[in-house]
């Protein structure tokens, strides 16, 4: 273990993450049940990481099928669905190698994905082919230009890692500092709201942000989206002096400087078009 392991500041972070899974899944469930009857849906949860959002889905009534190219993801999903008591079916694949997959869904998740696969556009072009005409595709992934994720990547907590490339993040965190192994495929390259407005025009979808909604109930249920102690300090200490509505009164859906500069992170929901 070399000096910058040791001093690793992720290591809680992560732990604290996988812990919350189905807190930050019933922040899915209270967005997709604006839109859809989840008791009658079929959803695909691409990505689906420890299975939050699988379980949580599947607790509301919906027939979920969970995929991740991870095996331990994998297994921890399945744990977390058998301790909620109820079934799940998994495959354990990459988003991008969902060309057999051919049946019609209500709904397809990308949660914290993009960033993190090799082509981005494959993605959502498999998720374009598994929504019937009118589905919809749930979507959160960080801004690059925040300056929140400037001063702390949400992945590693380094400055200014949000702005560059996936082979010069992987130099950093694997090879400078031995946080994560050279294999490891999964490295998060960020992206800028231009970027996702080109995939949702090219691929036929119509799509808004869903900021608000959750924020509002991230604001009565925190652990759905913030786990790192700095930012459950700065919400505590807000509600503490009555600032928290301030706070929700910034957020908003609109197309402006809000989204582009200042977001962390971006919730979407895009509706597949009838073609």
């Known amino acids: 273990m070399n000096f910058f392991q040791r001093f690793n500041?992720?290591?809680?972070?992560?732990?604290?993450?996988?812990?919350?899974?189905l807190a930050r899944g019933n922040l899915v469930v209270h967005v997709l049940s604006s839109v859809l009857d989840l008791k009658k849906a079929r959803i695909v949860d691409i990505g689906c990481g420890a299975g939050g959002a699988s379980v949580a889905l599947a607790k509301a009534g919906a027939d979920v099928l969970a995929v991740d190219p991870d095996g331990q993801r994998m297994e921890a999903a399945k744990e977390l669905a058998r301790l909620n008591g109820v079934g799940l079916c998994c495959l354990p694949i990459e988003g991008e190698k969902l060309d057999?997959?051919?049946e019609k869904y209500d709904a397809v998740l990308l949660l914290d994905v993009l960033e993190h696969v090799a082509n981005p556009e494959q993605v959502l072009r498999n998720a374009k082919r598994l929504l019937r005409p009118g589905g919809w595709l749930y979507l959160s992934t960080p801004n690059r230009w925040s300056p929140l994720n400037l001063l702390s990547d949400p992945h590693y907590s380094l400055p200014l890692v949000a702005l560059l490339?996936?082979?010069?993040?992987?130099?950093?965190v694997a090879d400078i500092l031995g946080w994560h192994s050279k294999q490891k495929k999964d490295f998060?390259?960020?992206f800028a709201v231009h970027f996702l407005h080109s995939l949702f025009r090219k691929y036929g979808f119509d799509w808004q942000f869903v900021n608000?909604?959750?924020a509002t109930f991230a604001l009565e249920?925190?652990?759905?989206?913030?786990t790192k102690s700095w930012h459950l300090f700065i919400l505590n200490l807000a509600k503490k002096y009555r600032a928290d509505k301030m706070l929700l009164s910034v957020v908003n859906d609109a197309p402006g400087v809000f989204n582009k500069w200042l977001n962390p992170t971006w919730y979407i929901l895009a509706r597949r078009n009838q073609s």
């Open 165 to 172: 490339k996936r082979r010069t993040v992987r130099k950093i």
């Open 9 to 21: 500041p992720n290591h809680n972070h992560y732990r604290k993450y996988a812990e919350a899974a």
């Open 221 to 226: 249920n925190p652990h759905c989206l913030w």
């Open 100 to 102: 057999d997959l051919d």
């Open 188 to 190: 998060a390259q960020l």
């Open 212 to 214: 608000r909604q959750a």
